[in-house]
């Protein structure tokens, strides 16, 4: 089993900034891939980003490129989603997946096998 922990969410105006953190414990040696996701009240779960543990490669949903980066630090067993020039549209719920080994839909809810319980942001105009 994979425990995650994600922290770091808040309030922030619009064009500001917020670095959420995830710290995975447990059989962290079986981490794949993590990746970061965000609901929306109203809306379904949407990927945001994600990193591959080994190898550090990522990928963005076409909504943050460019504003946020993914990375981690195996040391501490963490990832983070820097999130810069936040918008409204980006207020959620943020949640941290942990996957256990590659899985062609690693964009989708599906594709992982651990969750954390989530941090909120909310955006203000």
């Known amino acids: 089993q994979v425990q995650l922990v994600e922290s770091g969410g808040g309030l922030v105006q619009a064009g500001g900034s917020l670095r959420l953190s995830c710290t995975a414990s447990?059989?962290?040696?079986?981490?794949?891939?993590m990746g970061w996701f965000r609901q929306a009240p109203g809306k379904e779960r949407e990927f945001v980003a994600d990193?591959?543990?080994?190898?550090?490669?990522?990928s963005y949903a076409d909504s943050v490129k460019g504003r946020f980066t993914i990375s981690r630090d195996s040391t501490k067993n963490t990832v983070y989603l820097q999130m810069n020039s936040l918008k409204p549209e980006d207020t959620a719920v943020y949640y941290c997946?942990?996957?256990?080994?590659?899985?062609?839909?690693?964009?989708?809810?599906?594709?992982?096998?651990?969750w954390g319980q989530g941090t909120q942001v909310t955006v203000s105009s």
């Open positions: 990193i591959r543990w080994s190898g550090g490669s990522t």
């Open positions: 447990g059989r962290t040696f079986s981490i794949y891939r």
């Open positions: 997946a942990a996957d256990r080994s590659y899985s062609s839909t690693y964009r989708y809810t599906g594709g992982y096998d651990y």
